[in-house]
Nanobody
Framework: QVQLQESGPGLVKPSQTLSLTCTVS??????????WSWSRQPPGKGLEWVGA???????YYSQTLKSRTSISRDTSKNQFTLQLTSVTPEDPAVYYC??????????????WGEGTQVPVSS
């Protein structure tokens, strides 16, 4: 029904910008009726939600990362891109894109990409 795949460079230097793209495969109704999120999991830590968007233009960011986070969309390609600026050695993590289901008063990440590991060089 839904498939997601992250892509992007495998290494980011400190102070530079991390950029990752998620490509969504699914029908138009699915694409248009859900939000799409970025999350990350640093080594030894739990999952941290980064932000979400809809292809109609809604944007939501984690309050802790908002100042460094930007999510954009490409509706023609069913892609959305995460940009995290001024990266630090604390930003290495496995980054995931996922479908964000907000129906029924819930907030559920129900479909996930496989994740992509993003090291930050020293």
């Amino acid at each position: 029904q839904v498939q997601l795949q992250e892509s992007g460079p495998g290494l980011v230097k400190p102070s530079q910008t991390l950029s990752l793209t998620c490509t969504v495969s699914g029908d138009s109704a699915t694409i248009n009726n859900y939000y799409w999120s970025w999350s990350r999991q640093p080594p030894g830590k739990g999952l941290e939600w980064v932000g979400a968007m809809s292809f109609s233009g809604s944007l939501y960011y984690s309050q802790t990362l908002k100042s460094r986070t930007s999510i954009s969309r490409d509706t023609s390609k069913n892609q959305f891109t995460l940009q995290l600026t001024s990266v630090t050695p604390e930003d290495p993590a496995v980054y995931y894109c996922a479908r964000h289901d907000l129906s029924g008063g819930r907030s559920t990440l129900d479909y996930w990409g496989e994740g992509t590991q993003v090291p930050v060089s020293s």
